[in-house]
């Protein structure tokens, strides 16, 4: 059948992307429009929002993907901007907070390249300066092209030995439709993969331990 859904958000990765404000304070923000590139990430953001207007005047960023257990600490963050005052275009209920970190209970934990903080319970961290940002063909979204420039992972959901990310230990929250979702069990490797033998491990359904 033909169908016209709201959204399309068909099953990508959340991503909690932390940026410099204008004062020197720092904004954290969700969004599910990010894919890879090589060492390249392509973000897609609203326009009118914070990260937007920080990376096209101060381009650090990092890029934290947290597990599917943290998915409520990203929903705490859903409603809020760090616009004031919040712009026009935000979904009613919509409110400013200057205290992002504090508001969804993470912790800021230094980078080692970029200014803006990493969120120190996310597994994934990836530090990155926004090469690119431009708006998008609709003219309502902001599309960023950031490198990495550095990867800090939990040491469970790498395989030991290697500089390689273990996909049986590590699964993103995925935004499906509005809904949260983790990963369900493997069903094959691609024949590129580099770890078709990795050892499976316990963590990311898990709490925190």
Not at 7 to 24: Q, W
Not at 102 to 116: I, Q, Y
Request: glycine share 8%.
């Amino acid at each position: 059948m033909v169908i016209e859904p709201s959204i399309l958000y068909f099953g990508t990765p959340v991503v909690l992307l932390s940026t410099e404000n204008a004062d020197g304070s720092y904004n954290l923000a969700p969004m599910s429009s990010a894919w890879a590139l090589g060492q390249v990430v392509v973000l897609g953001l609203g326009a009118e929002g914070q990260t937007a207007q920080n990376l096209a005047e101060r381009p650090d960023l990092v890029i934290n993907l947290p597990a599917p257990h943290q998915w409520a600490a990203v929903e705490r963050l859903a409603p809020l901007t760090g616009r004031d005052p919040v712009p026009a275009s935000k979904p009613d209920g919509c409110r400013f907070e200057p205290d992002k970190f504090g508001a969804a209970g993470l912790r800021p934990e230094p980078a080692d390249t970029v200014r803006p903080p990493r969120v120190r319970e996310c597994p994934l961290q990836l530090e990155a300066r926004a090469q690119s940002v431009r708006r998008d063909a609709s003219g309502s979204f902001v599309i960023a092209e950031a490198v990495v420039g550095k990867v800090h992972a939990d040491p469970r959901i790498v395989v030991p030995g290697t500089q390689h990310v273990d996909p049986a230990a590590w699964s993103p929250l995925i935004y499906n439709f509005r809904h949260y979702f983790g990963l369900g069990q493997e069903l094959g490797h691609s024949y590129r993969s580099q770890t078709p033998h990795a050892e499976r491990a316990d963590y990311a359904g898990s709490g925190p331990r």
